[in-house]
């Protein structure tokens, strides 16, 4: 797959980009179980090492949620991936990362890791900037599908959709409520995350070309959309 990247890691609206990430007051927050199950499903659904949610700060690209290693609250902006593909409309794969692969950012720290696969799709707000990415890295070249590709993205709009939800319980001082919405998504996420080993166990893999095996992967997906919608519906609009 071919990226395009622009001339600038910064593009011209990263002002107003930045002013809808802050709204949202997630930006170097503590770890929160919700995200955490959401990047260890990532990893489990794809057989990826490593995956995070990323949020793209003004200098620093901080990791909400890290599955796969530990000790690293995030990275310099001009050092991550995910801040290059963040100025991307489509999901961003790169099946064997090199130095030139993209010239926006240093590849010191991939090639200080051994990084050579990322898959990511923005986390997007309602007013359509992006404030981050789901991500999934591997330390070796591979085929990344264009069902595969599909399923990450629908899988990021249910974090960007719980970023939102958690932004609405917290503005309006009602962390109980979040901490049961937290429980809800968990519970709802541990069914996919068992469904995942089990395809996992009986394949080795799990093959989203196979009908039969993703569809119940996107009735997984479909439930957790529901008991998103559902708390979404019962909880006030926000400027963000």
């Not at 503590?30 to 260890?40: G, K, M, R």
């Not at 051994?114 to 591997?138: C, H, K, P, V, W």
């Not at 719980?162 to 962390?175: H, N």
Request: glycine fraction near 6%; proline fraction near 4%.
């Amino acid at each position: 797959m071919t990226n395009a990247y622009p001339d600038s890691l910064i593009p011209g609206h990263d002002a107003a980009r930045l002013r809808t990430l802050h709204q949202f007051q997630i930006v170097n927050t503590t770890p929160e179980p919700v995200f955490d199950h959401y990047a260890a499903w990532a990893a489990q659904l794809f057989s990826a090492p490593i995956a995070l949610i990323s949020l793209v700060d003004a200098d620093f690209v901080w990791f909400k949620a890290l599955s796969g290693a530990t000790g690293i609250p995030g990275l310099v902006r001009n050092e991550s991936m995910c801040s290059a593909a963040i100025l991307q409309d489509a999901a961003v794969v790169m099946s064997d990362y090199k130095s030139e692969s993209c010239g926006l950012i240093r590849p010191d720290v991939a090639q200080a890791l051994g990084l050579s696969f990322y898959a990511g799709a923005a986390l997007e707000a309602a007013d359509g900037n992006r404030l981050g990415m789901l991500a999934i890295i591997d330390k070796k070249a591979r085929h990344f599908s264009a069902a595969e590709q599909a399923v990450l993205a629908r899988l990021a709009g249910l974090v960007s959709l719980t970023i939102a939800l958690r932004y609405r319980y917290l503005a309006a001082g009602e962390l109980g409520e979040w901490d049961d919405a937290q429980r809800d998504l968990a519970h709802a996420l541990d069914d996919n995350a068992a469904l995942a080993r089990y395809l996992t166990a009986r394949n080795q893999r799990i093959d989203f070309d196979d009908e039969a095996v993703v569809q119940p992967v996107l009735r997984r997906l479909e439930g957790v959309a529901q008991v998103l919608a559902r708390r979404l519906a019962y909880t006030a609009p926000t400027a963000a």
